[in-house]
């Protein structure tokens, strides 16, 4: 909560953090696999308290709603039902997910928040593929980003906001391919590079 608040402080417009559901249904940040060598969905909320980890429901992001703009990365498909319960009537969420099933479920349901496909690598056809899944906003490895698949997703309405580019070259060459944003490590740096670089 705290980097999330500092963040919003420095300037940025909003921040990205990933979702899971513990064994006993509790919905919560957190971003790895494993805790203790021990899967983290296999956990209920009082066995993972007696891990040296601080571990927020997804509820307590709730104060930052409307105060920018949260990406909130889904880690594992089969709790649709409890994500929608946790976040309904929040303002300027986007739900994503590497687990695109879960994006094609949501846009089944019709949802009234928007959806979004992070993605490591390359895929062919992508603006068809994101469009057909009921997706408008696309999150890229930003290495595989460049201007043509920009372009191919601005067409079709969608926006681009590459992960994890952390150097001024980097946020460059992105802003120079027409990318709606970035998310970063650096969102104090980010902030003050965008309020100092001028416009190519």
Not at 54 to 74: H, K, N, Q, S, W
Not at 90 to 108: G, M, N, P, Q, T
Not at 119 to 140: C, E, K
Request: net charge negative.
């Amino acid at each position: 909560m705290e980097s999330f608040e500092e963040a919003l402080r420095a300037g940025a417009d909003g921040f990205e953090t990933d979702l899971r559901l513990l064994a006993d249904g509790t919905a919560v940040l957190f971003h790895d696999d494993e805790i203790g060598n021990r899967e983290i969905e296999a956990l209920t909320r009082a066995e993972l308290s007696s891990y040296d980890a601080r571990v927020d429901p997804v509820r307590a992001l709730a104060r930052f709603a409307g105060r920018g703009t949260m990406i909130l990365e889904v880690k594992r498909s089969g709790w649709e039902d409890v994500l929608c319960t946790e976040i309904s009537g929040w303002k300027d969420i986007v739900v994503a997910s590497f687990d695109h099933s879960i994006i094609a479920e949501l846009a089944r349901r019709r949802v009234t928040f928007p959806l979004g496909l992070t993605i490591s690598g390359r895929i062919v056809g992508l603006d068809d593929y994101a469009a057909r899944l009921g997706a408008t906003w696309v999150f890229p490895a930003f290495r595989y980003v460049d201007e043509a698949l920009v372009g191919n997703l601005h067409a079709r309405g969608m926006k681009v906001v590459p992960w994890t580019p952390d150097l001024p070259k980097q946020w460059k060459q992105l802003r120079d391919a027409g990318c709606d944003g970035v998310i970063t490590n650096c969102p104090a740096e980010a902030v003050e590079w965008r309020q100092t670089s001028p416009e190519s």
